[in-house]
């Protein structure tokens, strides 16, 4: 089983400023890597997939990058909506498809 | 628009089954597409337990193998799982959603199922 990691754990930022979030495997996932977003009380939602093709309606200032084991999530501008926890997940070598224990991007 | 809807119980006593049904609305389940489900207990993350294909080919997490059932019913629009002899562990928000590939496209709202006697 592939494990992510993801870091930080929790990320302190204030609006406006461009956080980057990090994921690593344990082994290659080549560039079968997903962010997705999810705020309290809601389900995930896809936001980068192919490590860096934005999913359907995203906003241009999500951009992903990496491949192989590293991999990040760059969000430009940080706007007030954008705080929530993302996660990553490869889709490389499965089962089972696995997923990073997330960031929380809160409020500084 | 595709929309995923989970129901089922939210109580379920342990050592009984966990039975979900999602019904899939706005897009066929016999698209080259595959459904999943995946599950986060509370305050935790997200873990995958098991997808079906629109061939009927199913796969599932091994650490959840032998207690996993996902099944297809094109007819009525809908897909469920069955996850036998609960316990605690098993107590979470269970969400059903759409996979391309190997990601999910689409996500039902989740259904908490809470495992206690």
């Known amino acids: 089983e592939i494990v992510m990691t993801q870091s930080p754990v929790t990320l302190s930022v204030s609006p406006g400023e461009s956080p980057t979030l990090s994921c690593r495997a344990s082994q290659s996932v080549s560039n079968k890597l997903a962010w997705y977003q999810q705020k309290p009380g809601q389900a995930p939602r896809l936001l980068i997939y192919g490590a860096s093709t934005r999913a359907t309606g995203i906003p241009a200032r999500f951009s992903g990058s990496g491949s192989g084991t590293e991999f990040t999530l760059t969000i430009s501008s940080l706007q007030s909506e954008d705080f929530a926890v993302y996660y990553c997940q490869q889709y490389n070598n499965w089962p089972p498809y696995t997923f990073g224990q997330g960031t929380k991007l809160e409020i500084k | 628009q595709l929309q995923l809807q989970e129901s089922g119980p939210g109580l379920v006593k342990p050592s009984e089954p966990l039975s979900l049904t999602c019904i899939v609305s706005?897009?066929?389940?016999?698209?080259?597409?595959?459904w999943g489900w995946i599950r986060q207990p509370p305050g935790k993350g997200l873990e995958w337990i098991g997808s079906?294909?629109?061939?009927?080919?199913?796969f599932y997490n091994p650490s959840l193998k032998s207690r996993v059932t996902i099944s297809v019913d094109t007819s009525k629009h809908q897909f469920s799982l069955k996850l036998s002899s609960v316990t605690a562990a098993d107590t979470a928000v269970y969400y059903c959603?759409?996979?391309?590939?190997?990601?999910?496209?689409?996500w039902g709202q989740g259904t908490l199922v809470t495992v206690s006697s």
């Open positions: 079906i294909y629109y061939s009927g080919n199913t």
């Open positions: 959603a759409r996979g391309v590939i190997g990601f999910m496209d689409s």
């Open positions: 706005g897009g066929s389940l016999s698209s080259s597409y595959f």
